[in-house]
């Protein structure tokens, strides 16, 4: 099993910042791939960006430039760095994890708003 935690989220502003951490305990043998999804209200839950072992980040379009996926693979932390926030990004942002043979964990999820 694997247990995720994120925190970092709250009320920001359009155009400021916030760093959500997601930390992973358990047993992360095999974790290949680690991430950050988000769900607004009334939408389906999304993709935001994923980052491989190795290090490869992948984002999904409306983020680009404006956030970044960081892994630190001896802590078993992930980070995700959002900058220039707009209204749009309001959302539940989960964390997620994958292993190579396919299983899926989930942490409980943190509200990030952007209100003025």
């Known amino acids: 099993q694997v247990q995720l935690v994120e925190s970092g989220g709250g009320l920001v502003q359009p155009g400021g910042s916030l760093r959500l951490s997601c930390a992973a305990s358990?047993?992360?043998?095999?974790?290949?791939?680690m991430g950050w999804y988000r769900q607004a209200p009334g939408k389906e839950r999304d993709v935001v960006a994923t980052?491989?072992?190795?290090?490869?980040?992948n984002y999904v379009y409306s983020v680009k430039g404006r956030f970044t996926i960081s892994r630190d693979n001896a802590k078993n932390i992930v980070y995700l760095q959002m900058n220039s926030l707009k209204p749009e990004d309001t959302a539940v942002y989960y964390c997620?994890?994958?292993?190579?043979?396919?299983?899926?964990?989930w942490g409980p999820g943190t509200q990030v708003t952007v209100s003025s």
């Open positions: 358990g047993s992360m043998f095999s974790i290949n791939v």
């Open positions: 980052i491989t072992t190795g290090a490869n980040p």
């Open positions: 997620y994890a994958r292993r190579l043979n396919g299983w899926e964990y």
